[in-house]
């Protein structure tokens, strides 16, 4: 069974830089996609980011592109979001999610995290 456990959320004024981070377990991630998800109050959930586990190869949403970066560690089984130059309109739950089929910027992931809040400052 995949376990996703989100840490590193928080509260930051706005320009500053939040770390989020996901412990992944239960399996090895070959072929998978990690994906970054984001629910504000009131709106849809968005893939902000996500990331094939073996080749690497990322995707971003428009509104984090330049700003987020995805990056994953194979021995540590672990996902991360650096986020820099944080806005207001960033502020959401995010989740870690984890896709078995391998879809980058589509789909519905399989297995989910409890999410982790993020609250920017203005």
């Known amino acids: 069974q995949v376990q996703l456990v989100e840490s590193g959320g928080g509260l930051v004024q706005a320009g500053g830089s939040l770390r989020l981070s996901c412990a992944a377990s239960g399996r090895t991630f070959g072929g998978y996609v990690m994906d970054w998800f984001r629910q504000a109050p009131g709106k849809e959930r968005e893939r902000v980011a996500a990331i094939r586990w073996n080749a690497g190869i990322t995707y971003y949403a428009d509104s984090v592109k330049g700003r987020f970066t995805i990056s994953r560690d194979f021995a540590k089984k672990m996902v991360y979001l650096q986020m820099n130059s944080l806005k207001p309109e960033d502020t959401a739950v995010y989740y870690c999610?984890?896709?078995?089929?391998?879809?980058?910027?589509?789909?519905?992931?399989?297995?989910w995290g409890q999410g982790t809040q993020v609250t920017v400052s203005s």
């Open positions: 999610a984890a896709d078995p089929q391998g879809r980058l910027s589509f789909g519905e992931p399989d297995y």
